[in-house]
């Protein structure tokens, strides 16, 4: 009985052994259609964790991340993008709040 736990022990300390495939690190790019017809161009880095919103007219913004209950949150100088899943809220200065969705190809 004692032998059996040591030996359930070990097997378990050598599956902790098995590398784990790396996190995705570099740049993600994706693209939202919002609903009031605009059309966000996304790009989400990790080291700094930001996003660069792209948007046809207006100058690009990069958005340092926030912490947020659920999802993801990034803001700066009023402007906010916010969302979970595919589906996200934009919000520039001077602009109402939109919500958008990832346009999947």
């Known amino acids: 009985m004692r032998a059996a736990a040591i030996l359930s022990v070990l097997a378990l300390?050598?599956?902790c052994q098995t590398p784990c495939p790396d996190p995705v690190?570099?740049?993600?790019n994706t693209s939202f259609r919002c609903e009031d017809g605009s059309l966000l161009n996304v790009t989400f880095t990790r080291n700094p964790d930001s996003?660069?919103?792209a948007?046809?007219?207006y100058i690009?913004?990069?958005l340092p991340a926030r912490v947020t209950g659920s999802g993801?949150?990034?803001n700066?100088?009023?402007?906010?993008?916010?969302?979970?899943s595919n589906e996200a809220r934009w919000t520039r200065p001077?602009?109402?709040?939109t919500t958008c969705h990832e346009i999947t190809e």
């Open 13 to 15: 300390l050598g599956a």
């Open 25 to 28: 690190t570099g740049p993600i």
């Open 51 to 53: 996003a660069r919103i």
């Open 55 to 57: 948007q046809e007219g």
């Open 60 to 62: 690009v913004v990069d």
């Open 72 to 74: 993801y949150r990034y």
């Open 76 to 84: 700066n100088n009023g402007a906010e993008f916010r969302g979970r």
């Open 94 to 97: 001077g602009a109402a709040e």
